[in-house]
């Protein structure tokens, strides 16, 4: 069984750093690419960042782009989002996801996620 | 980006009733269309991938439609744990995009 456990969510000051991590398992995680998703405080859901199974090719939103980094650690299982010059507009459930096959689902799997809250 | 519409945002059906979801991308997403439910409180939830392919564990109830730029998710007979909300989302490209949802309640 597929199982995700996100971890790290907190309350952060504005500008601050978090870093969240996933850790995977039930599954080869070092065969599928992974992702975090996230979805602010009764709002739709937002892709922020995936990095491929294999030669760590990342994409991330442009919400995003140049604050937050994502990282796999294979010998782990461990997914990480490190999160920096956070903003209130960060605020959100962060999602870390499982994708399919290639071509398939992008998140297959979903963990149950953690709360990030930035606020002073 | 692709930008990906859904419609209605609510709907009130009965249970019982048939529940028709739209979802409509701004340019055609080909094949790379996918739909999420997400209860309560809880994570979304893999419905089909490939614009068509049932995930595991999918009750036959679910059905889905549509191509290029234009889907639809039918709920033949709603069940009191399909009330949720349903998401679209595209992988055609980066930024993948998620619709805004459809929250299907109880009428």
């Known amino acids: 069984e597929v199982q995700l456990l996100e971890s790290g969510g907190d309350l952060v000051q504005p500008g601050g750093s978090l870093r969240l991590s996933c850790a995977a398992s039930?599954?080869?995680?070092?065969?599928?690419?992974m992702s975090w998703v996230r979805q602010s405080p009764g709002k739709g859901l937002e892709w922020v960042s995936v990095?491929?199974?294999?030669?760590?090719?990342?994409y991330y939103a442009d919400s995003v782009k140049g604050r937050f980094t994502i990282s796999r650690d294979n010998s782990r299982d461990t997914l990480h989002l490190q999160m920096t010059s956070l903003r209130a507009e960060d605020t959100a459930i962060y999602y870390c996801?499982?994708?399919?096959?290639?071509?398939?689902?992008?998140?297959?799997?979903w963990g149950q996620g953690t709360l990030v809250t930035v606020s002073s | 980006e692709i930008v990906m519409t859904q419609s209605p945002a609510t709907l009130s059906v009965s249970p019982g009733e048939r529940a028709t979801l739209s979802c409509r991308a701004s340019?055609?997403?080909?094949?790379?269309l996918v739909w999420y439910q997400q209860r309560p409180g809880q994570a979304p939830r893999l419905l089909f991938y490939?614009?068509?392919t049932r995930a595991t564990g999918i009750p036959a109830r679910f059905s889905v439609s549509g191509s290029g730029a234009e889907f639809t998710l039918t709920i033949s007979s709603l069940q009191s744990e399909d009330f949720a909300v349903y998401y679209c989302?595209?992988?055609?490209?980066?930024?993948?995009?998620f619709g805004q949802g459809t929250k299907v309640e109880i009428k």
């Open positions: 490939r614009a068509s």
């Open positions: 340019q055609g997403v080909r094949s790379n």
């Open positions: 990095i491929s199974r294999s030669d760590g090719t990342t």
């Open positions: 989302q595209h992988h055609n490209n980066w930024p993948w995009t």
């Open positions: 039930g599954f080869t995680f070092t065969n599928y690419a």
């Open positions: 996801a499982k994708g399919g096959l290639p071509g398939d689902a992008p998140g297959e799997d």
